[in-house]
């Protein structure tokens, strides 16, 4: 799409989905601004949250009249990839709201729906990518403001890990927990987005992308784990939830999971010192009353002036715990995958109860960046309503590269499986060297990778063989046929040289056969004698944990 189509478009949509789209002397000089990268020419749109030079911030308010004297980050990192802002894009109000109707500039609807929400609180920069006016948009994302909306129009939202995407520049709503996010139409868009955005400036909360992934997160996902009990879910929404279960079987291997943890740390995000945060951020700008200001956001935020001290750090507190919890999930998966939303209300039913309908939304994403994980909204078809339905992809802090490439293939995506690099190749691990367990360090210390969480193919069974610490002994035999677990990891030639001295027998290097057929060297038992078999606990961590 050319600069001048957007333009045209954005002019002419008969959503509320702009408050400002520039003229075209100011796209002019923006185009003239932009650098020669790989997003060259593209046009996107931009929360009114997020400073463009020249441009009021409205963030919502329209009393907000002073224009910005510089680009907001992201905004500077896109029109140095080549990007092109055409205009700010609509908001629930200070970015508080996941419904996409807080705003004095009207509410916008899904492009599905007239009569439904577009979700928010980036509810413009979804509906101008969706609406093809745009085939990038900058959001924020709190508490699933980055893909509450993109679930609702059928579109990508790409959250971050916070603090890759600076916030320098934008207006901020609970400042330790804020990311600037992304829509598009594909996962390979919001790849080139994600390289462009993710730059570290020392600003206050950025963060820069470690040299290495931090231990467990695998540069290729295979594992994802799915909740082990039916969810809270509208009639429409569980149909569609059921078939994206089947999907998902066909991209990765499925683990059932307790998500207890998950859902109690969402519950802190309105009820604990996360609200105060918000009032600390803006508060100021909700005093006094007025016809500008949104009367169910003013009165949530202000409503936080009775939080004691106390009170915010023993949610804290609380938040820790949980997060201990909850990280064990991604011991032995790669991502979670939950619905974005329980449903997906009207207009109607938003207005009847404007806190009520807005709060279950965000039943499963008020959690994310409370518990400092990434995540990716994808489409996952539509419910017998005909209503997109989204699903979201989870993963660990940093885990953003590997889980783009999942989200690609979750989509249909071409995305290849990355080689090992020259001079290394991938080990089959099974038992004590599995990441958390006694003898990892020294794969890494050997310059070992995690690749890929795996299972072998049918047929191997495993036992618990003697030797200086407990390790089980892989064996090809009569195995079941959902096999067994293990983890690929990259190993330099030289450092799998130095490992198999260290082998101590019946263990030994030899070929493993992976549940995708191919053929890699791993950890294999030459004789167990009479060890005891614990192949139907299924892996090693399975067997620990057993018999604690």
């Not at 893909?147 to 520049?169: D, E, H, Y």
């Not at 462009?196 to 963060?207: C, E, N």
């Not at 690929?488 to 992976?514: D, K, S, Y």
């Amino acid at each position: 799409m050319t600069l001048s189509a957007a333009v045209a478009a954005a002019r002419e949509t008969p959503q509320p989905a702009f408050i400002t789209v520039f003229d075209d002397v100011r796209v002019k000089a923006l185009d003239d601004e932009a650098g020669d990268g790989p997003l060259a020419g593209v046009p996107f749109a931009v929360k009114d949250n997020i400073d463009v030079e020249g441009v009021p911030t409205t963030a919502g308010n329209p009393t907000r009249l002073t224009p910005a004297t510089r680009h907001a980050a992201a905004v500077r990192a896109l029109i140095d990839a080549g990007a092109v802002p055409i205009g700010k894009s609509n908001l629930d109000q200070y970015a508080t709201g996941l419904v996409g109707t807080r705003s004095p500039y009207g509410a916008c609807h899904s492009v599905a729906s007239a009569a439904h929400v577009s979700g928010g609180s980036s509810s413009g920069s979804a509906v101008a990518v969706a609406s093809g006016i745009v085939p990038l948009a900058l959001g924020t994302d709190t508490a699933g403001s980055g893909r509450v909306p993109a679930a609702f129009n059928g579109i990508v939202g790409m959250k971050p890990t916070r603090g890759l995407v600076s916030t320098a520049g934008v207006v901020p709503a609970c400042p330790s927990l804020d990311c600037v996010t992304t829509f598009t139409r594909d996962v390979a868009t919001a790849r080139l987005a994600f390289d462009a955005l993710a730059r570290f400036d020392g600003a206050p909360w950025s963060r820069p992308m470690p040299a290495t992934a931090p231990e467990g997160v695998a540069r290729w996902m295979r594992v994802i784990a799915v909740p082990d009990a039916p969810l809270d879910l509208d009639e429409p929404h569980r149909v569609a939830w059921e078939a994206a279960l089947a999907h998902a079987g066909t991209v990765a291997t499925l683990v059932p999971v307790d998500i207890t943890p998950f859902l109690d740390a969402a519950r802190l995000l309105y009820s604990g010192p996360f609200v105060a945060e918000r009032l600390a951020a803006f508060g100021e700008e909700l005093d006094p009353d007025g016809p500008h200001l949104d009367p169910t956001v003013r009165k949530i935020v202000l409503g936080a002036q009775s939080i004691t001290g106390a009170a915010a750090f023993a949610g804290l507190d609380q938040l820790e715990r949980l997060r201990a919890i909850a990280s064990r999930v991604f011991v032995g998966a790669d991502a979670l995958l939950l619905p974005v939303t329980p449903g997906h209300p009207t207009l109607e039913e938003v207005a009847a109860d404007p806190v009520g309908a807005n709060s279950r939304l965000g039943t499963y994403t008020n959690m994310v960046n409370l518990l400092d994980l990434c995540a990716i909204a994808v489409p996952a078809g539509t419910r017998p309503d005909g209503l997109p339905f989204g699903v979201q992809l989870i993963a660990p802090a940093f885990a953003d590269r590997p889980l783009l490439d999942l989200g690609a293939r979750w989509t249909g995506e071409a995305v290849a499986e990355p080689a090992a690099a020259p001079g290394s190749v991938h080990l089959a691990v099974v038992g004590a060297h599995l990441t958390g367990q006694p003898a990892n360090p020294q794969l890494v210390g050997l310059g070992g990778k995690l690749h890929a969480r795996a299972r072998t193919a049918g047929g191997y069974r495993l036992f618990r063989v003697p030797g200086p610490f407990p390790r089980p002994g892989l064996v090809l035999g009569d195995g079941p046929a959902d096999g067994i677990e293990v983890e690929i990891w990259e190993l330099p030639n030289q450092g799998l040289g130095a490992l198999l001295p260290t082998v101590a027998a019946p263990l030994g290097f030899g070929p493993v056969r992976l549940d995708d057929g191919r053929v890699v060297t791993g950890f294999v038992a030459t004789d167990v004698g009479g060890a005891p078999d614990i192949t139907h606990h299924g892996g090693w961590r399975a067997y620990l944990a057993a018999t604690r």
